[in-house]
């Protein structure tokens, strides 16, 4: 009974640290092989709203894709990496320079994550004075980590003037950050640094590059709906038709 009881609370804790509680500020989820969506939360404009982000694990050690919305996790999503896979997070990609997405920067780099972003990232972090990526990629890359292989691209401006995607081609992944929005999503929201009309010739050239996802991991919300890319574009176009006709 003893024992029983043991495994019971090891498993309890074992949950509680990978975040699968509904009420957890760090919630993990097994995406498909070696891929991991994570999401934090925080609060905007009153309204709790979770972030979507992704880590990669690999011989070589653990890439993540955006860093924590919510800055109190930072170090206990190294922590649940650590304790569920004994690796340590060696890369940092963030998609655009908004603070759901590269304001893990200054943490992750003084625990010895190599950081990365592109150019347009990193002009504007600087315009911004806030932390920037140690290392400045081109536009459209290719890496190899590991056994696995991916692509960072730049289709150009759309929920923001630099967001980027990543492309696996062989697990057909897309991980789109807030480019894409949740299939869900009844607006394009935050429109600050967008530009709607480039937005649809951005997606376009994501559809047209990328063939046939099979996983498309939107930035914000539910992230499980594959047709986020298509209803992304639909909230574009319904954006822009509004705006022609003069109702926004």
Not at 78 to 85: M, P, Q, R, T, V
Not at 93 to 112: E, I, L, N, V, W
Not at 165 to 171: D, I, L, R
Request: net charge positive; glycine share 6%.
């Amino acid at each position: 009974m003893r024992k029983l009881a043991s495994i019971i609370l090891f498993l309890v804790l074992v949950s509680n640290s990978f975040g699968q509680s509904k009420n957890s500020p760090l919630q993990i989820s097994h995406l498909t092989g070696d891929f991991y969506v994570y999401r934090t939360f925080s609060n905007y404009k009153g309204t709790k709203i979770s972030a979507n982000a992704m880590y990669l694990v690999t011989d070589k050690g653990v890439v993540l894709f955006d860093a924590p919305w919510d800055t109190t996790q930072f170090q206990p999503l190294l922590d649940s990496i650590k304790a569920k896979h004994n690796k340590e997070v060696v890369m940092l990609f963030a998609t655009h320079s908004h603070d759901d997405r590269a304001g893990g920067f200054d943490f992750y780099r003084k625990k010895g994550v190599k950081t990365y972003s592109i150019k347009l990232t990193d002009d504007i972090l600087k315009k911004e004075k806030k932390p920037r990526a140690e290392f400045i990629i081109p536009n459209d890359t290719t890496f190899t980590v590991g056994q696995h292989t991916f692509e960072v691209y730049y289709p150009g401006k759309g929920h923001a003037s630099d967001n980027i995607v990543a492309w696996f081609n062989k697990e057909k992944v897309l991980y789109g950050g807030c480019f894409i929005k949740s299939a869900e999503a009844k607006d394009l929201g935050y429109l600050g640094d967008s530009n709607v009309k480039e937005w649809k010739q951005s997606i376009g050239k994501v559809k047209s590059k990328f063939k046939n996802p099979v996983y498309i991991i939107a930035g914000h919300d539910d992230w499980k709906n594959t047709n986020s890319l298509n209803h992304t574009l639909e909230l574009v176009n319904s954006y822009l038709a509004q705006k022609s006709s003069g109702k926004k």
